[in-house]
């Protein structure tokens, strides 16, 4: 193995066109630790807004970005049950954020936190998935408890533009435009109150989408798009008689084996759709992606392909 690898390693707050690749040295791995051979990594958010030099308390430079990845394990360390060679997914953890993350060609991660899978998507597929479905997924799961039958306002279903047509294309029953007809269009649909929101756009929304609550139904709240992520003089009587208020902060563990492997099978089938607006190849096109996220409003996953060696 070489002693050194790439990787785009920040000291501080930069543009986007200063992600720039440099050598590191090659992370070792210590006792339930695993080694990933970094094929593919999503941008998100989170890390563009680290790269600002915004991002919260549990962050600091000098860091390696990246809070996903998918890859193949190279090494492992004592008391793993893991062998090398074998695709995994990883994400949260601290990942990318208080240990370095997936913007290198290697990331070291604890065991709890890796995924094994087998599939014969491509990496670029497979790339898009581990943050979006442990979100996605254990939100539904964990956060709400969802039921089959049930309705569920997913308040923030783009960080977008909404299109309609796309929202209905990956499986959307009804699309509501986030404005002042909202909760009259909501109830129109959902006449004896919702059953089920997930909260994606802000705190200070959560009022409103209690109100569209029925009596035993659940909102969630899962993060904050407009960065608002407390509710100023917060009263518990805000909360409707009946409804309850929760909220889902994710671990790896909320995606399990067994439901990742069926959603890739959903997605082998064409049975479940992911959206993936860009595919860059290597990392020298972190920085184009960055630049892409921050001034292009195409709705879909960012994701970066490390070829093989």
Known sequence: MPKTMRAVRLTGPVAPQELTVTEVPLPAVTA???????????????????????????????????????????????????????????????????????????TVVDAANTIPFETDLGWDIVGALPEMLQTAHGSLTAGLHLQAGQQVLIHGGTSTVARADLLHHVGADHVVTDDDTLPGAVRAIATEGLDA??????????????????????????????????????????????????????EAADLSADALSRYLGAIEADTMRIIISDTYTGLDQVAAAHQDFDSTHRVGKRVVVIPGR
């Open 197 to 250: 929101v997930l909260e994606f756009v802000s705190a200070a929304a959560l009022p409103d989408m209690l109100a569209l609550a029925r009596s035993g139904g659940v909102v969630c709240f899962v993060g904050a798009l407009s960065s608002e992520w407390t509710i100023p003089d917060f009263s518990p009587f805000t909360i409707p008689n009946g409804v309850h208020l929760t909220s889902y902060a994710g």
């Open 32 to 106: 339930g630790q695993v080694r990933i051979r970094v094929r593919a990594f999503g941008i998100n958010e989170s890390e563009v807004t680290s790269r600002k030099g915004e991002s919260g308390p549990d962050f600091s430079f000098p860091r390696i970005l990246g809070i996903e990845a998918v890859g193949v394990v190279d090494a492992v360390g004592d008391g793993v049950n893991l062998v090398p060679g074998q695709k995994v997914a990883t994400m949260m953890g601290g990942l990318g954020r208080t240990i370095d993350g997936s913007y290198a060609e290697y």
